[in-house]
């Protein structure tokens, strides 16, 4: 059966990636299937900016940044490599991480500044680049991960789903996507050279 444009089991149940299917549409250029993603995850993805930033006013400014991505780049999504949620919620945690880095530099510069007016040598560069070189090991530790992994540590940190609602949203036994996260987890660990 035809339901919104988008194919549903007979037995009533959703798509199994219903913002997949959604993506591939929007991607097409379909307003309305843009408009009924925006309707289907708006609201988680602002929360999770807004977990991020805690200023409302950015969290309205970057979500509308997302979305507008989401528009632009849909075509970028591809189905075989995760579930069209994951995207967009990646898509919004890196938006929100830059726009928190972003403040963060405007800030560090004002404070770099205050520091020459005061005659007080000051070097944040070190910091910056440690900062970078983690960010990065963490994103290679989470890439070496399997799929379903990677997918319930994403949904669990960065879109802050329980992992009742992760098992909800994959379609999985909650048993099973607690295995997944702690064994993810374990993992993280050794990639990242963690030995406690």
Same mark, same amino acid.
């Given at each position: 059966?035809?339901?919104?444009?988008?194919?549903?089991?007979?037995?009533?149940t959703?798509?199994?990636? %219903?913002?997949?299917?959604?993506?591939?549409?929007?991607?097409?250029?379909?307003?309305?299937?843009?408009? +009924?993603?925006?309707?289907?995850?708006?609201?988680?993805v602002?929360?999770?900016?807004l977990? @991020?930033?805690?200023?409302? $006013?950015? $969290? /309205?400014?970057? *979500?509308?940044?997302?979305? *507008?991505?989401?528009?632009q780049?849909?075509a970028?999504? =591809?189905?075989?490599?995760?579930? !069209?949620?994951?995207?967009?919620?990646?898509?919004? &945690?890196?938006?929100?991480?830059? +726009?928190?880095?972003s403040?963060?530099? $405007? $800030?560090?510069?004002?404070? +770099?500044?205050?520091?020459?007016? *005061?005659?007080?040598? &000051?070097? !944040?560069?070190?910091?910056?680049?440690?900062?970078?070189?983690? !960010? /990065?090991?963490?994103?290679?530790?989470?890439?070496?991960?399997p799929?379903?992994?990677?997918?319930?540590?994403?949904?669990?940190?960065?879109g802050?789903?329980?992992?009742?609602?992760?098992?909800?949203? @994959?379609?999985?036994?909650?048993? =099973?996507?607690? =295995? +997944?996260?702690?064994?993810?987890?374990?993992?993280? %660990?050794?990639?990242?050279? @963690?030995?406690?």
């Amino acid at each position: 059966m035809v339901i919104d444009g988008l194919e549903v089991p007979d037995d009533g149940t959703e798509p199994a990636d %219903r913002a997949g299917d959604l993506l591939q549409r929007v991607a097409e250029g379909d307003q309305g299937a843009f408009a +009924r993603l925006y309707d289907l995850l708006s609201a988680r993805v602002f929360g999770l900016i807004l977990r @991020v930033l805690v200023d409302r $006013s950015q $969290s /309205e400014e970057v *979500l509308q940044e997302v979305f *507008l991505e989401i528009w632009q780049s849909a075509a970028r999504f =591809t189905p075989n490599r995760g579930q !069209g949620r994951s995207w967009v919620f990646t898509i919004a &945690h890196r938006r929100a991480v830059d +726009r928190v880095r972003s403040s963060q530099a $405007s $800030s560090d510069r004002d404070v +770099r500044v205050g520091f020459r007016d *005061l005659d007080v040598a &000051h070097d !944040g560069v070190a910091e910056q680049v440690e900062l970078k070189i983690e !960010g /990065e090991k963490v994103q290679t530790a989470l890439s070496a991960l399997p799929e379903v992994q990677r997918e319930a540590l994403t949904l669990a940190y960065f879109g802050g789903y329980s992992q009742s609602e992760i098992a909800a949203l @994959v379609g999985a036994p909650l048993g =099973t996507v607690k =295995t +997944r996260m702690r064994d993810g987890l374990s993992r993280l %660990r050794i990639e990242m050279g @963690v030995t406690t």
